[in-house]
């Protein structure tokens, strides 16, 4: 069965500083990989999704993500961190054939210092 | 991307009443919705996939005639909590898809938070 961890529960970051946040999935085979943020109360805003292809992918709100195969890893980075940047941070998996029926990591709540 | 509506985005009921989630896709037509849960401080937790017209597909634990979902047509599919409790309490986010191809995406609703008293 397909599965996502998301090691860090939560992250504390400075306004300003780089953020990278990990995720490990064990599929079957190669996943469609997504990035979602939830603000508190809020529905989910896609960050960015890997399909195929380049294995840097650009999102908004100046996030990206690299697949990397070997390791089964999609981290989310970004090199300067805003205050609005706080939120929770959930990735995702799906297969590439169901209209996207997808499994989520625990999430990763985070924190901006001033 | 494309707009799903969740209404209502709030809800407080009584124990033993029923309430009924909407999901709408506004401007695309939606082959598949997803229902999902989310406890407080958890991740989501996929429920039911519903295709047009047909009946949904539940997850492993839930309870098929607790949690009643309907998608008669392509813009809308609806969950009904039926005879609520507060362990019912909880965040339920829908996601609609337009197909079921290759490159598919799905777009998240703004959530409905039930509470029941």
């Known amino acids: 069965a397909q599965s996502v961890t998301q090691p860090d529960i939560h992250i504390t970051v400075s306004e300003g500083a780089s953020l990278e946040l990990r995720c490990n999935y064990s599929y079957g085979a190669t996943p469609y990989l997504f990035w979602y943020v939830q603000s508190p109360g809020q529905g989910l805003q896609l960050l960015l999704k890997y399909f195929s292809g380049d294995t840097l992918v650009q999102g908004i709100k100046g996030f990206e993500a690299e697949f990397k195969r070997s390791q089964s890893s999609f981290n989310l980075r970004k090199p300067s961190v805003h205050w609005s940047d706080a939120a929770e941070y959930f990735c995702a998996v799906g297969p590439k054939a169901a209209g996207n029926k997808l499994t989520f990591g625990g999430g990763t709540r985070v924190l901006v210092k001033p | 991307g494309a707009v799903v509506s969740q209404h209502p985005s709030r809800v407080i009921c009584k124990s033993g009443t029923s309430v009924k989630i909407e999901c709408r896709s506004l401007?695309?037509?939606?082959?598949?919705m997803f229902w999902y849960r989310q406890f407080p401080k958890q991740s989501l937790m996929l429920m039911a996939t519903s295709n047009e017209g047909s009946k949904a597909t539940y997850e492993q634990g839930v309870e098929k005639d607790k949690f009643l979902i309907n998608h008669a047509s392509l813009t809308l599919s609806t969950l009904t909590v039926t005879s609520a409790h507060p362990e019912d309490s909880s965040f339920y986010i829908c996601s609609a898809s337009g197909g079921t191809g290759r490159d598919t995406e799905a777009f998240f609703g703004q959530g409905t938070r039930l509470t029941v008293v």
């Open positions: 401007d695309f037509q939606a082959t598949t």
